[in-house]
C-alpha cells in the first residue's frame, strides 16, 4: 500500500505491512495476535487517536454497513465505545514523519508544491 485508508476487519496473514510506505491501515484485532503477525521494519502500530485524528474509521465503518450490510462492522458501531479499542492504526514511519512535517510547513502563501518539497528535504537530510 503506498496511499490511502484500509480498513481489516477480517484476519491477517503473518508479514502484514512488509513493505508498506504510506498510507494508512486499520485492523480490528479481536484474536489479539496482529502484532505478532505484523513487519514491523516501516511501521508503527498505534491505538485509535494516539497518532492523529482517527474519525476516519468510523466513517468508513458506517459506509461499509451502508453499501455492504455487513453485520461485523454493524456490530462494531453498535458497541462503538468497546470495540475501538480492538483496532490497531498500522502506520508508516516515513509516512507519518512526512504527514507531521506537510502540516508544520503550511502556512498561507505557501504553494502546497514547495510545503511538500522543503518536508521532503527536512525528512531526508534527517537521516
Known sequence: MTGGVAVILGRTGRNFAAGMSGGVAYVYDWTHDFAKKCNRDLVDLYHLDEAGDDSILKELLKKHVQYTDSETARKILDNWDTEKKTFIKVYPRDYHKMRKL??????????????????????????
Open 102 to 127: 506537510i502540516r508544520e510547513y503550511t502556512k498561507p502563501g505557501i504553494s502546497e508544491e514547495k510545503v511538500i518539497e522543503k518536508a521532503f528535504y527536512t525528512a531526508t537530510s534527517q537521516d
